[in-house]
């Protein structure tokens, strides 16, 4: 099957962030034609997503919706109309191409948004990496799936709740397909996830509910080897840990820091 997997965009007023997420999810889909687009690193945004979808012809588009806002509260911006924009360039440039949105923004308000956006075929609930093979598998059949909000008539259904991903067993992120390159000269740009979830339940906080309040943690093995390799392939040597917070537990950090000291990074 033929997948564009694209970042949602932040209508050019903000520094780009490497997509993350859809490099985790390219990780566990490698029997499938992936091409991967980030709207915020091209000079014509929505002209070259066009141009993407009509030369590569994908059988499904998945977007991740990666922030609904700013949450900067003295300067809100809300990105959710170039969301839109982005569902209109893609059924513009094909009418049969499945529609697939995932994303932290998108699971934050899923119904809400499946429900004003009708374009949207199938929503991800939450974390994909355990979910898009089987939904893939399944494309028409979603109700198959866990994790995945569905159209019956014209009602939005939910299949119900996905096991969390096991952090020991997905891939590295696959980073092939949007080498890091163009983020290089970008401040924090570049992340990387040593563990999922959060247990201190700020109220303000999202975490817990995107994550989970258990703490799932990456093998420091595998946390410095992905280092080292967009270091080595990409020449990136500035990063920044994307974890709700790094040194909680304060053992987690220091296992990755023996890691890193014995491997020779700095």
Same mark, same amino acid.
């Given at each position: 099957?033929?997948?564009? @997997?694209? *970042?949602?965009?932040?209508?050019? !007023?903000?520094?780009?962030?490497?997509?993350?997420?859809?490099?985790?999810? +390219?990780?566990? @889909?490698?029997?499938?034609?992936?091409?991967?687009?980030?709207?915020?690193?091209?000079?014509?945004?929505?002209? /070259?997503?066009?141009?993407?979808?009509? +030369?590569?012809?994908?059988?499904?588009?998945?977007?991740?919706?990666?922030?609904?806002?700013?949450? !900067?509260?003295? *300067?809100?911006?809300?990105?959710?109309?170039?969301?839109?924009?982005?569902?209109?360039?893609?059924?513009?440039?094909?009418?049969?191409?499945?529609?697939?949105?995932?994303?932290?923004?998108?699971?934050?308000?899923?119904?809400?948004?499946?429900?004003?956006?009708?374009?949207? $075929?199938?929503?991800?609930?939450?974390?994909?990496?355990?979910?898009?093979?089987?939904?893939? /598998? !399944?494309?028409?059949?979603?109700?198959?799936?866990?994790?995945?909000?569905?159209?019956?008539?014209?009602?939005?259904?939910?299949?119900? +709740?996905?096991?969390?991903? $096991?952090?020991?067993?997905?891939?590295?992120? /696959?980073?092939? @397909?949007?080498?890091?390159?163009?983020?290089?000269?970008?401040?924090?740009?570049?992340?990387?996830?040593?563990?999922?979830?959060?247990?201190?339940?700020?109220?303000?906080?999202?975490?817990?509910?995107?994550?989970?309040?258990?703490?799932?943690?990456?093998?420091?093995?595998?946390?410095?080897?992905?280092?080292?390799?967009?270091?080595?392939?990409?020449?990136? $040597?500035?990063?920044?840990?994307?974890?709700?917070?790094? !040194?909680?537990?304060?053992?987690?950090?220091?296992?990755?820091?023996?890691? +890193?000291?014995?491997?020779?990074?700095?």
């Amino acid at each position: 099957m033929k997948l564009l @997997l694209v *970042q949602s965009y932040l209508g050019g !007023n903000e520094p780009p962030v490497y997509p993350l997420g859809l490099a985790c999810i +390219s990780s566990v @889909l490698p029997d499938h034609e992936l091409r991967l687009f980030d709207p915020n690193v091209y000079e014509r945004p929505f002209e /070259d997503l066009k141009e993407t979808i009509e +030369s590569f012809s994908p059988d499904v588009v998945g977007i991740s919706i990666r922030n609904i806002d700013s949450t !900067n509260k003295r *300067q809100v911006v809300f990105y959710y109309e170039h969301f839109k924009k982005v569902i209109y360039t893609i059924r513009t440039a094909t009418a049969g191409a499945k529609i697939i949105v995932g994303g932290s923004g998108f699971s934050m308000f899923a119904k809400v948004i499946m429900k004003d956006e009708p374009r949207i $075929d199938i929503g991800v609930f939450l974390e994909g990496e355990t979910v898009m093979p089987a939904l893939l /598998d !399944n494309i028409e059949e979603p109700w198959k799936v866990k994790g995945v909000f569905y159209r019956k008539g014209s009602e939005v259904l939910f299949s119900g +709740s996905a096991d969390q991903a $096991d952090l020991d067993i997905v891939p590295l992120p /696959d980073r092939s @397909l949007l080498p890091p390159d163009r983020y290089r000269s970008i401040p924090e740009a570049i992340g990387i996830e040593t563990k999922r979830g959060c247990a201190l339940k700020c109220v303000y906080c999202i975490y817990g509910f995107l994550n989970g309040t258990k703490y799932r943690f990456r093998n420091p093995r595998m946390i410095v080897d992905e280092i080292e390799s967009i270091k080595n392939e990409h020449g990136v $040597d500035t990063f920044t840990f994307v974890d709700s917070v790094f !040194n909680i537990p304060v053992r987690h950090a220091k296992r990755y820091a023996m890691r +890193s000291s014995a491997g020779g990074l700095r």
